[in-house]
């Protein structure tokens, strides 16, 4: 099987096509402004002179290291970007994916109906109910058909979920 066929691939990073759009709006952003502004405030600092004492140095030099680290990062993730079809375009929509919308109900004591989706860890947001591939619940739903029951175990104990519907 070849490397683009291996879906958990561990250096590729899931995202769609606006997370990816957001990835590269970034990096643009700390390429061509945050790097000129750490450049800019590391001058400033030299001219205060004794850079053994220059705390402006140490701060702009600590902030340097993390602006370029954080573009290695985002360099990183777009070169390994993987897209997450959208639903029109995914394969069958029976089974839970990366890219899946899914509502379940707790089987674990209250009856409410949830909805997640399913999306890779750079664009998780458990707030906006998009929770990643990688975490407990995610991880549990993967794979998983309408109608299926899941255990999901987390640090306060171990979570049932009824999957209702998968889109």
């Not at 450049?39 to 140490?58: F, H, P, V, W």
């Not at 993390?66 to 897209?83: D, M, Y």
């Not at 255990?151 to 049932?160: D, F, H, N, Q």
Request: proline share 2%; aromatic share 6%.
């Amino acid at each position: 099987m070849a490397d683009d066929d291996n879906i958990f691939d561990e250096d590729q990073t899931f995202v769609t096509k606006e997370g990816l759009k957001k990835l590269k709006e970034e990096l643009e952003y700390l390429k061509k402004v945050r790097r000129q502004e750490v450049a800019q405030r590391l001058k400033e600092a030299i001219s205060y002179g004794d850079l053994s004492e220059n705390s402006e140095y140490e701060e702009a030099k600590n902030e340097q290291a993390f602006v370029e680290g954080r573009i290695l990062e985002l360099e990183n993730k777009i070169k390994n970007a993987r897209i997450i079809a959208d639903k029109k375009d995914a394969r069958s929509g029976k089974l839970v994916e990366i890219g899946s919308t899914v509502t379940v109900q707790s089987k674990s004591g209250k009856d409410d109906c949830e909805t997640y989706t399913i999306v890779g860890s750079t664009e998780a947001d458990p707030v906006d109910h998009k929770i990643s591939n990688e975490s407990p619940i995610g991880k549990a739903f993967l794979g998983k058909a309408k109608g299926d029951v899941t255990v999901v175990s987390t640090p306060g104990g171990e979570l049932k979920y009824e999957i209702l519907k998968v889109a």
